[in-house]
């Protein structure tokens, strides 16, 4: 055999080990994707925002690093375990719905007994992992939002009622609590008010995509409040959630207490919900077209809401004195 030749099987070689290296990154990315899309990477950002703010203010400061990284990454699992298990069991709506058609147990990408079993596994190490390295108090509020999620809002109330996302949201609530408890060890008021606040943000926040898939829930049987109600009613519903959600932000300032950046945050970002509540119910008044109503305007709004709002709750204890 010529150098040459040696020269060329080399390169083949090397070719074909490329070609597997790139074949079994594939295969992983194939095989861990699907479990990540269960958990709904998206949703547990949200989540997240609204955890790690409260931990800055029951610390008055910046709390302890690792504590913070503890809590994420227990959060993070123990929203998975709850997604994961919704996902599971609304496999059949998920199904029919153009929004929800490509998720892996429809798909066929997971199994339903591989989701099972992963989401449990996350349920019990966020468990474990928050009472070894956070605390008990976390953990427990940990395990309670993961039953409030996937067994109060998805087998119990999704199905049957139009206030479904109203008393399911008690569960997007949870972190709010868990952040606070992971640097005190308990609750208070400040955490009370914020849990309070994503508990009215939750509705006008989850409605106006509602009614912009409306047509997906009515084909699933979902009884989500746009399938029950009209457009103006779920309008004057928005704007009522939205009114007192803005009141109950405001309330932090004295109890917190909370200095000028919250202050200003909270009555400008808030006004700006309010204002795009109304105008959406105006549009509703007079029959507008869905074209007109662009509900997902403030659907977006709403999460530029609670991000700003809960940003002030971190950046205000660190920069300002309290106003009271």
């Known amino acids: 055999m010529t150098a040459l030749d040696d020269t060329a099987g080399a390169t083949a070689a090397t070719r074909s080990e490329v070609g597997t290296g790139a074949t079994r990154g594939r295969s992983i990315r194939s095989t861990v994707g699907p479990y990540v899309a269960l958990t709904k990477p998206r949703i547990i950002e949200l989540l997240l925002v609204t955890t790690v703010p409260v931990?800055?203010?029951?610390q008055r400061g910046i709390p302890d690093l690792w504590l913070v990284v503890a809590t994420l990454i227990g959060g993070s699992m123990s929203a998975g375990a709850a997604n994961t298990f919704n996902c599971v069991y609304d496999r059949d709506i998920d199904a029919l719905m153009h929004r929800t058609s490509n998720r892996p147990l429809v798909t066929g990408a997971v199994s339903?007994?591989?989701?099972?079993?992963f989401g449990a596994v996350l349920a019990v190490v966020s468990t474990v992992w928050f009472a070894v390295l956070v605390n008990l108090v976390s953990a427990l509020l940990s395990l309670l939002a993961i039953v409030l999620y996937a067994v109060g809002y998805t087998v119990i109330l999704k199905r049957r009622t139009?206030?479904?996302?109203v008393w399911g949201g008690i569960a997007g609530c949870m972190p709010t609590l868990i952040g606070w408890s992971a640097v005190t060890g308990g609750l208070d008021w400040p955490a009370i008010?914020?849990?309070?606040?994503?508990?009215?943000?939750?509705?006008?926040h989850y409605w106006p995509l509602s009614m912009t898939f409306k047509d997906d829930y009515?084909?699933?049987?979902?009884?989500?409040?746009?399938?029950?109600?009209?457009a103006v009613h779920?309008?004057?519903?928005?704007?009522?959630?939205?009114?007192?959600?803005?009141?109950t932000s405001l309330t932090l300032i004295p109890v917190a207490p909370m200095g000028w950046v919250y202050a200003v945050v909270a009555v400008l970002a808030g006004g700006l919900f309010i204002v795009e509540a109304h105008r959406l119910l105006r549009v509703a008044a007079r029959g507008g077209s869905e074209a007109e109503l662009r509900p997902m305007r403030l659907f977006h709004y709403s999460i530029t809401y609670v991000t700003l709002l809960f940003l002030a709750v971190a950046i205000d204890p660190l920069l300002y004195a309290p106003l009271a």
């Open 193 to 204: 008010i914020l849990f309070l606040v994503i508990f009215w943000w939750t509705p006008p």
């Open 162 to 165: 139009s206030q479904n996302i």
């Open 55 to 58: 931990m800055f203010l029951a």
């Open 218 to 230: 009515v084909t699933a049987d979902v009884p989500m409040l746009p399938v029950e109600k009209s």
């Open 234 to 247: 779920v309008g004057r519903q928005i704007v009522v959630y939205s009114w007192v959600m803005v009141a």
């Open 112 to 117: 339903e007994r591989g989701a099972l079993v």
